[in-house]
Structure formats: C-alpha cells, structure tokens
C-alpha cells in the first residue's frame, strides 16, 4: 500500500478528473476500484498497485465520471472493469476481486447492469 504525501488530484468536468502522484498521473481509465477506510480513500489500480488518499469515497464519487457506479457503502467500481454479475449480487472484478453489492444499492446497480447487458460488452450474467 502506498500512502504518499505527494497526491493531488485536478478535476474540472467530470470527464476530466486526474490523479497526480507525484509527477505520475493516473486517469479514471486506471482505477480498477476504490474502497472506503475510514475517512480516507484506497485506490485499486491496474498492475496491482494501491495508493490511499486522504479524501472520502463520497468525495471521490462526485468527481469520477458516470462510469463509476456506488455498489456499496465502502465500495465504489468502475464498470469496465466487471466481469460478471451474480444473483447474489457480488460483483466479479478483473482483478479477481469479488465485489458485494449492498441491499440498498442493489436496485439502482441492477437497473444500470440490465441497461447494459444488451451492449455487447464481456458482461455474464450467472
């Protein structure tokens, strides 16, 4: 894990939105998923890497583009990432994660998964 003083982030529209680290920058296109610590934020890249930001989930959440979608209270994914969705509502991630969808949210993310479904994306449905 990586907690580096060095974090900014840039937002204008939603489009937009950038994460420096250091003199890296990281797009949306990046984050496999973020999860909630407390008041702090974990970034789940791809490659495997995590850095933690001191801004909360909610924070994060109005800033990334509609491509990143609220499944849980501590959980917030980017939806080119799934691999698939279950009847029990986890979520299957490309990073191997396994992602639960919490009840309350769970009828917003079935709405936004059956929209998709008939795109011809690498979703299943098992």
Do not use: C
């Not at 907690?3 to 982030?9: D, K, M, N, Q």
């Not at 995590?50 to 109005?62: A, G, H, P, Q």
């Not at 209270?73 to 969705?85: D, M, P």
């Not at 986890?90 to 479904?117: C, H, P, T």
């Amino acid at each position: 894990m990586n907690t580096h003083p060095a974090i900014s982030a840039f937002t204008g529209p939603k489009s937009v939105f950038l994460l420096f680290l250091g003199n890296k920058q990281i797009t949306p296109a990046d984050i496999i998923r973020l999860e909630a610590v407390g008041n702090y934020t974990r970034f789940l890249l791809t490659g495997g890497r995590k850095i933690l930001t001191s801004r909360t989930l909610r924070w994060y959440e109005s800033q990334l583009p509609d491509t990143f979608i609220r499944v849980h209270k501590s959980s917030l994914i980017n939806t080119s990432f799934i691999v698939k969705y279950s009847r029990r509502a986890e979520i299957q991630m490309k990073d191997g994660a396994v992602v639960k969808v919490s009840r309350r949210k769970r009828l917003v993310f079935d709405r936004f998964y059956q929209s998709i479904k008939t795109t011809p994306l690498s979703f299943n449905h098992s």
